[in-house]
């Protein structure tokens, strides 16, 4: 995560919000070399286990493109099926919405209601409303061809005329094809493949639809009728509206079915496939499938962005159901290393990456965790030699006498000259992920060294659990020298980290190695030592009496605020600042997992399911932060409404009720 970001949740976003985006220094005219012209570093070659993961993922009608959740594709072909809406007027005011986006910030934006998404796109149902006018679309497969339903919803439009439902079809992405319309069909070729597309826009449907003919400033063959009633568009064949219902009936109840035994989790695993269904994108660049965080971050960067930790921890959403893109989401974050083998802080569309800096280190116990659920020996010999070398980057770059902290490096090629934070403490605290914590409001930054003068007990926890999760994966590979030498780093951090315990405050601090104290902030990243199994059992209970469950630091009604309650920063619930995280809570319930705590990780899983679904519930919002004291995420406008990693909150409980997460060995 990082602050930069957050100024862009949307492309139509308001001026506020891109004047924030300069002043979080992304922003300078100077233009820049593009970053092919330097060598590129290909971490391994696709292996043919995951080139044949990637053809069966990108296969069939699903809403694989990024600009909108309303448009359908077909894939490999490329063919798009686009449903808009035309608000019609009498004297000025017409408009045209063509795409849609889940979670749009201003009141005069489309605002979606996401329902129920199929991994594979086999089902579908959402609501949207615009200027007044609210519709629900509905899809489903059809054998091998799709049907959509769009239907009307009572209106509070003023407007005097009823607005046109208009279907649109082209190739997207540069795909060869041709697409015509004769009369009440329209034709879309390709190489070998005829695919027609029919609407009952002249299907009597309690009162008879008429075709409106003029809807510009579209130029590719379209349908369009006044939208007083259902209208269906199929593939294939024509199909009636009561005939495209019943295969709507027959998707959605095998959707139900897919769900889960356990009627317990099912809820949970409807929200995460949904979560997952609509953040997930074929991505043309790299001729890919993946989830990236939302539509509206990927638009706003050029096509899409991959985010380190966030991607990893899309690959563990994906595993309740989807065992393919699973694995998608974590090879694709681990391809876009760079040439120094760290996996970047975000990589985005033309290439582009943040080649100064990383982010946590959670790739490992990602990789470990589906590995064990799935058992594809092959995917951890996909995995395991960048996960080596951005396991040696770390001890190599970002260690200061033995303990780690973050960084930003200046001399890394190419230079990205619109990205000014590079080589300075901004960039070395945007590493952490933790863009505006109050942890680091007072460190020092070395300007020769270009790291933070500043232990961080949670990039230690989290490292030493890397280093674990690697040597058990390399024991696997029968990799021996490789697994002594992770056991190896992961045994001197791990004595390391524990010279930061402090006996009086009950819990590991971080230290300012500048002036040689520690530091008494307290944030979740405190208690990743567990994550590492740095603490004794000891330590760990007293950590979890004294503060995690303490109501004046960490427990309450919405958990966990990502600074401790009685931090004066706490009242200020601005991103970092206070704010709760779905990663915080999971990675601190995975270190509770290590020890006999069974009422703190229980309670924990409660919790954090609680918060998840009270927006969930009301708005079908799954939220990048939540406010600590709210329990709400759209108290500001700097929380993604549609950011998969909230849906982490509702993934521990997943595993609570699941027993998933339990570890069979440390």
Sequence with gaps: MCLVRKSTLYPAISAAALLFFAVASLAQATPSPHPSAAPAYEPFVLSPEYKAVQQRLARGWNTWDVSSVTTQVLLPEGLAIHLGLKHNSTEGGEALLTDAFIGQ??????????????????????????????????????GEDLVVLATPLPSESKASLV????????????????????????????????????????????????????????????????????????????????????????????????????????????????????????????QRVVSPVSRGW????????????????????????????????????????????????????GNWKSFDRSEPPVGAITVLGLYRKFGDRWFIEQTFPQLLRWNRWWSKHRDIDGYLTWGSDDENPPGNLDNNTR????????????????????????????????????????????????????????????????????????????????ADAAIFLN????????????????????LAHAATPGQAEEMVDRHLMNRQEFWGEWVIPSIARDDPAFKDQNYWRGRIWGPMNYLVYLGLENYDLPKARSELAEKSYALFLKEWREHGHVHENYNAILGSGDDVSSSDRFYHWGALLGYVEYLEQTGAGSKPDH
């Excluded at 129920?116 to 059809?142: F, K, P």
């Excluded at 979560?275 to 660049?285: K, M, Q, R, S, V």
């Excluded at 050029?302 to 595993?319: K, N, Q």
């Excluded at 002036?515 to 405190?526: A, D, Y």
């Design 423 to 502: 080589g300075t403490r901004a960039g070395a605290i945007l590493e952490s992920g933790l863009d505006n914590s109050p942890m680091y409001d007072d460190t020092t930054f070395d300007s020769k060294t270009h790291l933070l003068q500043f232990a961080d007990v949670g990039l230690m926890g989290m490292y030493i659990a890397d280093c674990d999760a690697l040597a058990k994966i390399a024991d696997t590979l029968q990799k021996t020298t490789e697994a002594q030498e992770l056991r190896g780093r992961a045994s001197r951090y791990r004595e390391k980290l524990q010279t930061l315990w402090n």
């Design 298 to 349: 990927s638009v706003y960067w050029g096509g899409y962005v991959i985010f380190d930790w966030d991607t990893f921890f899309a690959a563990t959403l994906a595993s309740v159901g989807s065992r393919d893109l699973a694995y998608a989401n974590a090879i694709e974050t681990l391809r876009e290393s760079t040439r120094e083998g760290f996996v970047p802080n975000y990589a985005r569309a």
């Design 163 to 286: 607005p046109s439902i208009v279907f649109s079809v082209n190739f997207l992405w540069n795909r060869r094809g041709t697409v015509s319309q004769t009369g009440d069909v329209i034709e879309a070729r390709t190489s070998g493949r005829v695919i027609r597309v029919y609407c009952t826009c002249t299907e009597a449907a309690g009162a008879a639809l008429r075709p409106t003919l003029n809807v510009s400033p579209l130029t590719s063959p379209y349908f369009a009728a006044d939208f007083t009633a259902p209208v269906a568009i199929t593939t294939g064949k024509p199909r009636t509206v009561a005939e495209v219902q019943a295969a709507l009936d027959r998707a959605r109840a095998q959707y139900e079915r897919s769900l889960s035994d356990n009627k317990a989790v099912q809820p949970i695993v409807d929200a995460i496939q949904t979560t997952l269904g609509w953040d997930t994108i074929f991505e043309p660049e790299k």
């Design 511 to 530: 230290k300012d190695l500048h002036r040689g104290q520690f530091s008494h902030r307290l944030s979740p990243t405190n208690f990743y030592p567990l």
């Design 105 to 142: 910030l201003s009141p005069q934006a489309e605002q979606v209601f996401p329902g129920a998404h199929a991994w594979d796109g086999s089902y579908t149902d959402l609501r949207v409303s615009w200027r007044g006018h609210n519709w629900r679309v509905q899809s489903a497969h059809d």
